[in-house]
């Protein structure tokens, strides 16, 4: 009996993860819909005759949706990602121009004027490196997205600078803020599904803990 229950523990915690597999999926795929409307009329909006600040969010929509593009297609790889197959693809990266254009996309995300964005860049402009843009994107929006939702006041900073670590150069990015921060206990969790630092935090910032 034992075993036989081991089994179909087993064999539901697999039927699971393919039911899961197979939302996610579907999920993603009803979303694309409307995604590649909004894709199309910010198209034709680019083509209009538009001001500088119109043009900028214009952009910033295109290149949203763009990231959104991306993500869709991490949810259709949920099963290389569960096997430790997902790929790492690697191309020619201006940091600068990266860089300014997450930095402008988080600037639109801080709602409040009592929180003041700094960015500091300590690289080349022309500086190109190898390395997955979209990882990237998406690693540095969510840092500072997270950083803008738990700061109340004070400041957010991003910083850039290029640096020399054993004959060797490389980039380091920081995020940084004035926020509610982490304990030392709390950082342990820190990449665990659905869990938050604390439970007070979902009722007054929102957010799953993903």
């Known amino acids: 009996l034992y075993q036989i229950a081991i089994k179909r523990s087993a064999q539901q915690s697999k039927d699971f993860v393919l ?6 999926s579907n999920f993603s795929h009803e979303l694309r819909t409307p995604m590649h409307a909004i894709q ?3 198209e034709l909006l680019s083509k209009e005759s538009l001001e500088g600040s119109q043009k900028t969010y214009v952009e910033m929509i295109q290149k949203s949706t763009q990231h959104m593009g991306y993500l869709l297609n991490d949810v259709l790889d949920l099963a290389k990602l569960r096997n430790h197959k997902l790929r790492i693809i690697k191309s020619p990266l201006n940091v600068h121009e990266l860089i300014s254009e997450v930095w402008q996309y988080a600037k639109q995300l801080n709602q409040r ?8 860049l300590s690289i080349k402009e022309d500086l190109v490196i190898s390395m997955d843009t979209y990882r990237l994107r998406q690693i540095l929006l969510n840092l500072l997205s997270n950083a803008i939702k738990f700061t109340e006041q004070g400041n957010v900073t991003l910083l850039v600078e290029q640096v020399n670590q054993g004959g060797v150069d490389s ?9 509610i921060g982490m304990t030392q206990k709390e950082t342990l969790e820190i990449f665990e599904e659905y869990v938050q630092a604390r439970a007070e935090i979902s009722h007054q910032y929102g957010g799953t803990g993903v």
């Not at 980039?171 to 926020?179: A, E, F, P």
């Open 113 to 120: 004027p009592q929180v003041e964005m700094n960015l500091r």
């Open 19 to 24: 039911a899961k597999e197979r939302f996610m």
């Open 171 to 179: 980039i380091r990015i920081s995020v940084q803020d004035s926020g």
């Open 40 to 42: 199309g009329f910010a």
